[in-house]
């Protein structure tokens, strides 16, 4: 039975000012998911010891935490992260480093080190998130893959949200060389990927052409299910350590994860022809980046829970929401649909005065690089950006959906939530009888 103690109900009422009537719905809502909260803690459990047994399988040590300077010849802890990764991820090889700047900079590495001019990228899931139509050239940028020569050519989801199968076969011509698959909705409104659905999509496309190489962006993906993209025939795929393998504790950077001939070539874009992986300063994060992956599956199954719980409490509220609460889930993201900028800034600020780090500010949308229209991001997070923590955030755009993710604990996420709807009260963007 769950019921708030008298003490927590107190301070949610008089200290934080979260009304009688949320208190009573969120309570409800709690028993509801309750059976959820079960099969998410069997993933957990299984991805704990999937990354332990990396750690020990590895022979991860102390000395590993130190680094080195100058160029970085032989940095063991950079060497062993990378090793620990490929276990994790069932790879051949990997490239885990501060150096690789976020999520973009790691997918925009695989991008440019695998291909060459003549060359066709298809995106076998749609429109790529938004910080890659720049990297592609879909949206007219400087620098980007168009200028080199290489094209693009995507295929939509069908009507009903299931990736077009029979289209992704046809669109195959002498020229692909690369299909990329994006597992999260990003900023859309779409079912994400499964573990199912990638690995349909990776037998089509191999047995249309062997040699065609399959990219995912995993990017709030990992340890959602048993296995990940990489299990499944991924040839090679990339994330962000801000996301969910940092675990909340990783301070920067990017993975890439995949065969060792893909990894070889982007180790020369990552660094120089010839140069390779053998090079990259660590900057002393090596026992952050790893004590985050092993925190990583309790970190991911509270963000999960935290999600369930948005979708669940905002379904009763009258709103649109993606996915639903009993739908399965292969990502941290919880989308709704609050159809006005004015919910969808109240909805950002409430989380924004729930955070353990500048509560007191108050976002405002802006024309964040990469982003064709302003975004509104709340994050009140020990680390910069870090989406694994609570945070908030959505494009100024119609249908004005938000992206609720995150959450270290899952009583900090469901905080969000009872604040997110306690602002929209008082901003008198939500009715409440
Ligand atoms: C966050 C995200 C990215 C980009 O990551 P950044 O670290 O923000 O650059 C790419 N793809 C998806 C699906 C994402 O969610």
Partial sequence: MIQLIKETKDM??????????????????????????????????????KVLKAMQKSKLSDIHFNWTTGYGYNDIGREKIEEIYSYVFNTEDALVRPIIVSGTHALSLCLTGLLRPGDEILSATGKPYDTLEEVIGIRESKGSLKEFGITYKQVDFLENGDPDYINIKQCITDKTKLVLIQRSKGYSWRKSLTIEDIEKIIKIVKSTREDIIVMVDNCYGEFLETKEPTDVGADVMAGSLIKNPGGGLALTGGYIVGKRHLIDLISYRLTSAGVGKECGLTFGTTRTVLQGLF????????????????SRIFEKLGYDV???????????????NLGSPESVISFCKGIQAAAPVDSFVSPEPWDMPGYDCDVIMAAGAFVQGSSIELSADAPIKPPYNVYFQGGLTFTHSKFGVLKAISQMIYDKNINIT
Avoid at 17 to 31: M, N, P, W
Avoid at 322 to 336: E, F, K, N, T
């Fill in 12 to 49: 949610l009422l008089n200290f934080y000012g979260i009304s009688e009537h949320i208190l009573h719905l969120s309570e409800c809502v709690q028993r509801e998911i309750e059976g959820k909260f079960e099969e998410i803690d069997y993933i957990k459990e299984y991805n704990q010891y």
């Fill in 295 to 310: 925190l990583a599956p309790n970190t991911v199954s509270e963000a999960v829970k935290g999600a369930i719980f948005c």
């Fill in 322 to 336: 993606l996915p639903s609460y009993d739908d399965p889930r292969s990502d941290i993201i919880q989308c709704i």
